[in-house]
């Protein structure tokens, strides 16, 4: 007997590597592992049993280990993985078929400037096609800027609430998001409070809550909380949300059912 699982509890963020592997030049190098059955036992007491696993900025665009992963818990998993911008359906299509459901641009600590992405046609063409999104994860205040370089109508997942300067709707990142919006698909994910440079993460949450509603809003890990470990305690994550937005309905949507329709919704099998 197959286990429904279309309206389990999902992860939409952690990450899974092997100690000391990174590419070369890389900010962070794990000194551990952080293995899927790690991230499987940490969740289970809080009733999760879906996640997507995304790619972590230290691999690059070597996506062996989250493919792997995908392999092995074909129901359980989706992916988010990274690629060169010259990436074109023939390398992405496979991609999709291991379970992949967009791309990650992490520019934390790095340029923001995109000229190779603001010209990439191939890859967004791909992605309309596929049905993927881009996942971005900018720094403190530096979102409005790599959105202007983006194509309009492309959809977005905004990593760890964004990073905005304070939660105040004048704020120039939720200004940005807030208006983009209202004309293109965009998620965010409540996770990451720990690299909010004290912005209140409930302050925020909840101001997400109302400016794009509780349909487009996510909750995710970040386990193993890199350069952040102190933090990873699953069970404290998994309550935040409940705190953040005081409202069960909208904690069932971010954990249940946007994350399963975003994620999980049907595959076309000629893209695969």
């Known amino acids: 007997m197959t286990l429904d699982l279309s309206k389990s509890l999902v992860d939409t963020h952690f990450h899974v590597f092997a100690a000391r592997q990174a590419q070369p030049g890389a900010r962070y190098v794990p000194a551990y592992d952080a293995p899927f059955s790690a991230w499987q036992a940490a969740a289970a007491p809080s009733g999760v049993r879906r996640g997507v696993l995304v790619q972590t900025s230290f691999l690059g665009t070597d996506n062996r280990l989250l493919l792997a992963t995908l392999a092995q818990h074909p129901d359980v998993l989706r992916g988010i993985a990274v690629v060169p911008p010259d990436a074109d359906f023939a390398t992405l299509a496979p991609l999709h ?82 208006k983009r919006a209202r004309r293109s698909e965009v998620h965010v994910k409540l996770s990451g409070a720990y690299r909010l440079d004290g912005v209140d993460a409930g302050a925020l949450a909840r101001l997400w809550l109302g400016e794009i509603g509780p349909h487009r809003l996510l909750w995710g890990s970040d386990w193993p909380c890199t350069n952040h470990e102190a933090h990873a305690d699953y069970s404290v994550l998994w309550r935040a949300l409940d705190d953040w937005l005081g409202d069960e309905s909208a904690t069932h949507a971010a954990r249940v059912e946007n994350p399963q329709r975003l994620y999980w919704k049907p595959v076309d099998g000629n893209h695969c």
């Open 97 to 178: 078929a291991a379970g992949v459901r967009g791309i990650r641009l992490n520019l934390s600590g790095a340029s923001h400037q995109l000229p190779a992405w603001s010209a990439a046609a191939a890859v967004w063409d791909t992605l309309a096609t596929l049905g993927w999104h881009l996942e971005l994860h900018t720094d403190t205040d530096q979102l409005p800027g790599v959105l202007a370089q983006l194509p309009a109508a492309l959809p977005l997942v905004i990593d760890h609430l964004g990073k905005p300067r304070a939660a105040r709707a004048a704020d120039a990142t939720v200004r940005a998001l807030a």
